[in-house]
């Protein structure tokens, strides 16, 4: 059973760029049809779909946030990646990463998720 | 890109009553492409139901999920304590996945 597990610093200053990984377990990243996502949600609020990876490297970013992000995969370590750059506080959220089988289905399953705070 | 909206934004109901759940699209969901999710505080959410009316596995049958087009429906037939949550639904036909702003169910 796929398993998956964010990672990275907590805290991160405004202007900066943030940066989490996703560790997949239970199975190869290169394996089988995927798209691999990021999401976010600020604290009492909805979530927010950031970008996604296919396994062969190409991406689909929100238009809200494309310029600011790009998400990577390291089939070698089994993960894929998140920076998102030019951070401000609103940028603050709890990240989430997930699996899509393509060409279409719902996120599932998806990690912990992990808490990034925009501060100085 | 497709606006999800849900309705209503809070339902207060007791356990052991019927919730019905709405989630309406700006423009037509392709494929019925449309799940919905639970969320509990500080969890990550967890799939209820795809396609419109498939269960997720082990997703008890009290859970049921219609619609098509624009207009979908969770229901949870009886609410058990554990079901007091965030529902969110998400639309995954185009390439943006975007999500409703959520329905809490809470105890009344």
């Known amino acids: 059973q796929v398993q998956l597990q964010e990672s990275g610093p907590g805290l991160v200053k405004p202007s900066q760029t943030l940066s989490l990984t996703c560790t997949v377990s239970g199975g190869s990243i290169s394996s089988g049809s995927y798209y691999w996502s990021w999401i976010r949600q600020p604290a009492g609020k909805g979530l927010e779909w950031i970008g996604r990876i296919y396994t062969s490297g190409s991406t689909n970013y929100n238009p809200s946030l494309k310029s600011r992000v790009t998400i990577s995969v390291d089939t070698s370590k089994n993960q894929f990646s998140l920076k998102l750059s030019s951070v401000t506080a609103a940028d603050t959220a709890v990240y989430y990463c997930?699996?899509?089988?393509?060409?279409?289905?719902?996120?599932?399953?998806w990690g912990q998720g992990t808490l990034v705070t925009v501060s100085s | 890109e497709i606006v999800l909206t849900q309705s209503p934004g809070t339902l207060s109901l007791s356990p052991g009553e019927r919730a019905t759940l709405s989630c309406r699209a700006s423009q037509s969901v392709s494929s019925s492409y449309l799940a919905w999710y639970q969320q509990k505080p500080g969890q990550a959410p967890r799939l209820l139901i795809y396609?419109?009316?498939s269960r997720a596995t082990g997703i008890p049958d009290r859970f049921s999920g219609s619609g098509s087009g624009t207009d979908f429906t969770l229901t949870i037939s009886r609410l058990e304590p554990e079901d007091f949550a965030v529902y969110y639904c998400?639309?995954?036909?185009?390439?943006?996945?975007?999500f409703g702003q959520g329905t809490k169910v809470e105890i009344k």
């Open positions: 997930a699996r899509v089988v393509v060409p279409a289905s719902p996120f599932d399953p």
């Open positions: 998400q639309q995954y036909g185009s390439s943006t996945g975007t």
């Open positions: 396609g419109a009316s």
